[in-house]
């Protein structure tokens, strides 16, 4: 049977759901996907018409807007079909091209908007005047469209798409307020929010989080799905701009982390320099450090302590003294602790159960980490050794097969754990080296599995 951590639950959440002052100082920068179209006479330069309801309230299970195709008719055609529709937001060979591009979000300097992040397409970000947002100009289709017999040039490429998806955190009185041309769409968590369909002139719209978070079954400190469909299908003008004070978490990440990365947002889990970092790269010394530091705080409900002195000369990293003070992690030697160096999976394995330790067994020590092993094996079924378990360290073997038992940390495939290098070959190539998406993908499951 698990045993149950008490931590003070209230100070994690204060923790989770302030803006944080450095996140505030920097540019959030937004991936998008950018699809560009040739101009038809119908979905693109075709009728002028503003119109609610071109899409349904609910997102589509693969996270693309569902079309109500009988409205679309009614304005643009009866010959529209679904196939027309679904490729504005998805790759269709012949009928788009697509690129991806960066929306930067950058601190606005307004005295009613502290706090708030802004893009304006009719600006750059030295104060002088844009015509426009035109993320493609001269790219993919290029500017020249042909109409009738007839091409035109306009001075910019106006037939596009833009997709976004990433997340935020809801902090109170989280607001976003939107106003640009063509068709709008945004969703959180999957429900419609902004409706400006159609093609029009510059509109506005505006979304108090607090006002609708009980439709949105959300409470403050909880990660929302951002999901933003915009597209330019006309010409004479292009606009976005964008005002909100939300907390992004548009971490750099593969797909299968994102879920659990958001989870580790949610729980205080992501150190400061991790939130703006590549998370598919390996781990060093020191990120893991930060990274245990932070799961012991949200095991513990404490927080952790820099060492009274620093015993290293290659570093003075916070975390690092406050990992080394808790027991956690050792130096490579008396002096040196080599931030840089990259952890290997049994490593990180070993690392974080001895946060565990720390919070679970009284009196536990770096020195008795032995002892351990005979607490594992007395409450926890052993589970089935790896493939590659004579790989495995004797001294890791205790903290991964902990880990394994508790869906903590998994294998690579084939039941092989991939502990660590055995060969040159495996070390050139970073073979069992912890990523840090990895790390804290652990540390998320550790801290829900066994708090």
Not at 215 to 234: P, Q
Not at 304 to 333: H, R
Not at 410 to 438: C, H, K, M, S, V
């Amino acid at each position: 049977m698990k045993r149950k951590v008490l931590s003070l639950i209230l100070a994690i959440f204060a923790s989770v759901i302030l803006l944080s002052v450095v996140s505030y100082a920097q540019n959030i920068d937004l991936n998008v996907t950018v699809r560009d179209f040739n101009a038809d006479g119908v979905l693109f330069e075709g009728n002028i018409t503003r119109v609610d309801g071109l899409v349904m309230d609910i997102l589509g299970e693969d996270k693309k807007p569902v079309y109500n195709l009988p409205v679309w008719r009614e304005c643009f055609g009866e010959d529209i079909t679904l196939d027309n529709l679904n490729a504005f937001f998805n790759d269709v060979p012949g009928v788009n091209m697509t690129t991806t591009k960066t929306l930067t979000l950058r601190p606005t300097d307004f005295e009613d908007y502290y706090g708030y992040w802004e893009i304006d397409s009719s600006i750059d970000e030295n104060g002088n005047y844009l015509d426009g947002y035109f993320p493609v100009d001269n790219e993919l289709f290029g500017n020249l469209y042909t109409l009738d017999g007839e091409t035109f040039d306009d001075g910019h490429n106006y037939h596009f798409s833009v997709e976004i998806h990433t997340k935020f955190k809801y902090v109170k009185n989280g607001q976003f307020i939107f106003s640009g041309d063509d068709d709008v769409w945004v969703f959180f968590n999957n429900m419609l929010v902004i409706d400006l369909g159609g093609v029009h002139g510059e509109e506005s719209a505006e979304i108090s989080l607090d006002e609708i978070a009980p439709a949105l079954g959300i409470n403050v400190g909880d990660i929302v799905d951002f999901d933003m469909f915009y597209m330019e299908r006309h010409t004479t003008g292009s606009n976005m701009r964008i005002l909100t004070n939300f907390d992004f978490l548009n971490l750099q990440a593969s797909d299968w982390a994102q879920a659990e990365l958001a989870e580790a947002d949610k729980l205080g889990l992501i150190p400061d320099t991790l939130r703006s970092a590549d998370l598919t790269l390996p781990i060093t010394r020191a990120e893991f450090a930060a990274v245990s530091v932070k799961a012991y705080e949200a095991l513990s409900g404490e927080k952790a302590e820099s060492a009274a002195s620093n015993p290293f000369t290659d570093t003075n990293d916070l975390d690092v003294l406050k990992a080394y003070n808790l027991g956690i992690t050792t130096g490579t030697s008396a002096t040196t602790f080599e931030p840089n160096t990259l952890l290997n999976r049994e490593q990180a394995a070993t690392m974080l159960a001895r946060v565990f330790k720390k919070v679970m067994i009284v009196g536990w020590e770096i020195s008795r980490d032995a002892e351990y092993a005979d607490i594992f094996i007395g409450q926890f079924a052993m589970p089935e050794p790896f493939a590659d378990d004579a790989n495995i360290s004797d001294w890791a073997k205790p903290s991964v097969y902990f880990m394994a038992a508790n869906g903590i940390i998994n294998g690579i495939g084939d039941n092989l754990f991939a502990p660590r290098a055995t060969t040159e070959a495996e070390a050139a190539i970073g073979y069992a080296q912890a990523t840090r998406e990895q790390a804290l993908a652990i540390a998320t499951r550790m801290v829900k599995n066994l708090k």
